[in-house]
């Protein structure tokens, strides 16, 4: 299995939404990360999924009586199938000494993102859910599970909960607008919490960052309605970039799409395509889709390469 696939099955994280508590799918993805001869910062979308799986304050599942109405979500950056420029729209401004960022995540349309820091084995993570998610309600009605402890609080005079899993690991979501609600994890071995609320009061709308997909589909199969790009790696040499496209819904069903600098053999649930400037489109299967390694190879031939994308911000 290559390293793009890895990262690709790391999105299948995405949907887990009923785990019962986050400590177990922390040490296997830091097992598994022990386990690698070459280190691999895959863990973007499960570190997501994880802060996701955590308790959503019960304070924040309805905006406030006197809340202004919701403001106005920034348009699709395009149809649906295509993949380009999407620009992230929450940043931190001061990291932490030693943190660099190694992996940004975005739906097309902006309804989730996700962008990850890290510092050796630590490593923390900004989601950003709207009211565009098919998730939304999910989200903002999710409660804590496993015995972990958290508390009511404010986050630049917005109301949030922190809550504190493990030891090394805290979360804390609150909501900046109505229809955004932000979750920052952080995985450290010296109060994670402590650093969370201070870091959490500078977070700032950005819309000047930006991940870049590789390629885009002509067209998509019937009910494909939802795309989204993840960029990881330590530096722009190393980083890899995975298009998915996927059904809406509690069931995975996902098309995993990446270019590859040449064809690395077969491997199970992946039709592999060469391209005239000797790479290859590499195409994988996750969870139910029912597609023929023909219908992928039909799929392939309508992908467009896009221009080489701007890694510069990988490892800064």
Known sequence: MNQTEELIKAALARSVENTPHPGPVINALNQRRRRRVRPLVIALIAA????????????????EASAPPATELPP?????????????????????????????????????????????????????????????EVKLTATGKGGGTDGKTTVAGHPGRLAINEPTYAVLEWRPQPDVLLSLSLWDNDKPADKLMALAQTVEPDNKSVVQAPLRFKTLPDRFTRTAVTVMGDSPDTARTVVEVSVPGREVSMIAASIEDKDEGSHTGAVITPLPDGRAVHLLRLGTVDLTDDQLRELAKGVVVEPAADLSWIGR
Request: net charge positive; hydrophobic share 40%.
């Open 76 to 136: 699709p950056v395009t149809a649906t199938g295509t993949a380009k420029t999407v620009p992230m729209r929450y940043r931190i401004p001061h990291l932490p000494a030693g943190f660099v960022e190694t992996g940004r995540r975005s739906d097309l349309d902006l309804a989730e993102q996700a962008r990850t820091w890290t510092k050796g084995i630590q490593r923390m993570t900004l989601e950003v859910v709207t009211s565009r998610s098919p998730e939304w």
């Open 48 to 63: 997501a999924t994880v802060a996701a799986a955590v308790a959503v304050p019960v304070a924040l599942r309805q905006p």
